[in-house]
Nanobody
Framework: VHVVESGGGLVQPGGSLTLSCTTS????????MNWYRQAPGKEREFVAG????????FYADFVEGRVTVSRDNAKNTVYLQMNSLKPEDTAVYYC????????WGQGTQVTVSS
């Protein structure tokens, strides 16, 4: 399994970013895909998830209304569109599948700062 997260960067509070996670090595459409994040000194935490068909979507309370998760099974890619970003959203963002998580990728750094 290979995973590459991208799209992070430095953004001002209130700004937007769209993250991408492109995978290979497994049947992408068979799996729920989740986004997680890990801030410095904190545990990795769940952010959002989407089932294989895209019909069922889940969000953590702290991002509800500010993010949209989507997927393109033809491209083996899951996206996380983030709006109204806050400094507390600063973290490294990762994706992984459910069940049978694969080894974590390098993630993509999101920094929200003025």
């Amino acid at each position: 399994v290979h995973v590459v997260e991208s799209g992070g960067g430095l953004v001002q509070p209130g700004g937007s970013l769209t993250l991408s996670c492109t995978t290979s090595g497994f049947t992408f459409s068979n799996y729920v895909m989740n986004w997680y994040r890990q801030a410095p000194g904190k545990e990795r935490e769940f952010v959002a998830g989407i089932d294989g068909s895209g019909d069922h979507i889940f969000y953590a309370d702290f991002v509800e209304g500010r993010v949209t998760v989507s997927r393109d099974n033809a491209k083996n890619t899951v996206y996380l569109q983030m709006n109204s970003l806050k400094p507390e959203d600063t973290a490294v963002y990762y994706c992984n599948r459910v069940p049978d998580k694969f080894s974590w990728g390098q993630g993509t750094q999101v920094t929200v700062s003025s």
